[in-house]
């Protein structure tokens, strides 16, 4: 039941090597590029802690692999952000195809 988005060929498990990921950005920096661009991240900055985590939450149920501790990191650091940061919106690092 994980595909109402089944165009997306995000629904299966992901699998990340979280070692040394330590930091909220080094979550959204190694986890958050499996399914979809930062594209997608960089236009919903600027929101809340309560945007944010419903979303989060919303991926890990899509699969994201991150336990609580991790959202909330994730969850910070994104609500911490001004709409258009850099470290998300002109991130340099592998993206997945389109
Ligand atoms: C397992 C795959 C997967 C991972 C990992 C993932 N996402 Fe997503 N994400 C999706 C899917 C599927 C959608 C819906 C795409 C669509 O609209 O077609 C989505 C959409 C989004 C959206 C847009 C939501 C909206 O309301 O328009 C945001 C923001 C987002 N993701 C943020 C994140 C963040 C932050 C992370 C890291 C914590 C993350 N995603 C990790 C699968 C994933």
Redo the contacts with the bound molecule.
């Keep these: 039941m994980c595909c109402?988005?089944a165009?997306?060929a995000?629904?299966?498990?992901?699998e990340v090597d979280k070692t040394g990921m330590t930091t909220g950005d080094d979550?959204?920096q190694g986890?958050?590029?499996?399914?979809?661009t930062h594209e997608?991240?960089c236009?919903?900055l600027g929101k809340d802690s309560d945007y944010?985590s419903g979303?989060?939450g919303?991926?890990?149920m899509?699969?994201?692999?991150?336990d609580d501790s991790e959202?909330e990191l994730?969850v910070n650091h994104?609500a911490s952000l001004d709409a258009g940061d850099p470290s998300i919106c002109q991130a340099t690092y592998e993206q997945p195809p389109e």
């Design positions: 109402l988005a165009v997306l995000a629904c299966a498990t992901v979550y959204v986890v958050c590029n499996q399914c979809h997608r991240i236009e919903k944010w979303t989060v919303f991926m890990r899509m699969g994201a692999p991150l959202k994730v994104l």
